[in-house]
């Protein structure tokens, strides 16, 4: 039986018009254009990062090698770890370095942002060197230190030494202690200007009308700075930081450069004792198992900081 505006099949039940039938057809076609213009995208983070993370953690549970398959050996890798003295000075380097380096980064970041926010002349030309350190590869500004930073021809050494500030060359990359300093001023230059650059853009989202009304009602430059700036940038500051850790604790090059580990391992941190466990010694399950071992940590960093973000903004 036909209906007016429709049709009715034959149990008596009304079934959905030709028309509304296109509609759907006509709806659903945005959400298969997005999966298609999504589809490459997947395909890129399914071959470049989640093949490879699965891969590594399941090595870290083999007694892999190179050249060799290995077998699967459960833990025996970490409980190798945790009786290795190599490990934990390196676990303590990566930590001191990580939370040292950023925490100096977010302070001289939001000062220099601050600063760089005023009016004075020239801003546009000093902020645009303000940037230029993180244009520079990593590897490139690593051997740009370690040519500052040399002991005998270094040009840190004969600037203090003119001044008078030493009688003797400092031993700045093979001593423990000026060692681990250098990665850390090294890291610091290096990504400073992200920091800068991420807090600039969420400063200039801030209304001035804000700055103005709170100044009218007599708040000084710091309460201003603590009641509207930080709570107007905090999504940012916590985005930042959370980049700034995963990729200061990735110091790779700069670490491997400057001092590779040394002396004798007091410079060491994870991704070089990795490296070095890895390629050098050939375990690659063990090699794979000093970054899994602090896997846990940065994927709670990033839950965490999420969860942040979306509960402020209502979201659950």
């Known amino acids: 039986m036909a209906a007016e505006d429709g049709e009715v099949s034959a149990n008596g039940f009304a079934v959905a018009p030709a028309a509304s039938r296109r509609r759907t057809a006509r709806n659903d076609r945005p959400a298969l254009a997005a999966w298609l213009f999504l589809l490459p995208l997947l395909v890129v983070l399914l071959g470049l990062a989640a093949y490879p993370l699965i891969d590594g953690i399941w090595t870290s549970f083999t007694s892999r090698g190179v050249g060799r398959p290995g077998a699967f050996i459960g833990f025996g890798n970490f409980i190798e770890l945790l009786d290795d003295p190599v490990f934990a000075m390196a676990l303590r380097n990566s930590a001191v370095l990580t939370f040292g380096a950023v925490g100096t980064k977010l302070m001289l970041g939001l000062a220099a942002a601050v600063l760089l926010m005023q009016p004075f002349p020239m801003r546009n030309l000093i902020r645009a060197l303000a940037f230029l350190p993180w244009a520079v590869p990593g590897l490139v500004s690593a051997l740009g230190w370690r040519w500052l930073l040399d002991e005998q021809s270094g040009a840190v050494n004969a600037w203090i030494t003119m001044l008078g500030l030493v009688d003797e060359p400092v031993d700045w990359l093979s001593d423990p202690f000026f060692g681990m300093i250098s990665i850390g001023l090294a890291t610091v230059w290096q990504g400073l ?9 969420g400063m200039m989202t801030i209304p001035p009308e804000l700055y103005e009304a ?11 700075f603590r009641h509207i700036t930080l709570p107007s940038i905090a999504d940012v500051i916590a985005i930042t930081v959370m980049l700034s850790t995963i990729w200061t604790f990735n110091s790779f090059n700069t670490v491997y450069v400057l001092t590779n580990g040394g002396p004798a391992n007091h410079t060491q941190i994870l991704p070089t004792l990795a490296y070095q466990y ?7 399950g063990q090699g794979a ?4 071992s602090v896997l846990p940590f940065f994927v ?3 839950m965490l900081l999420t969860r942040r973000m979306l509960r402020d903004k209502g979201v659950r």
């Open 193 to 201: 200007p992200f920091f800068i650059m991420m807090f600039l853009g």
């Open 214 to 224: 709170a100044a009218i009602d007599g708040a000084s430059s710091w309460a201003r």
């Open 278 to 284: 890895g390629l050098q010694r050939s375990e690659l």
């Open 289 to 292: 198992a000093v970054i899994v």
């Open 300 to 302: 709670g960093l990033i």
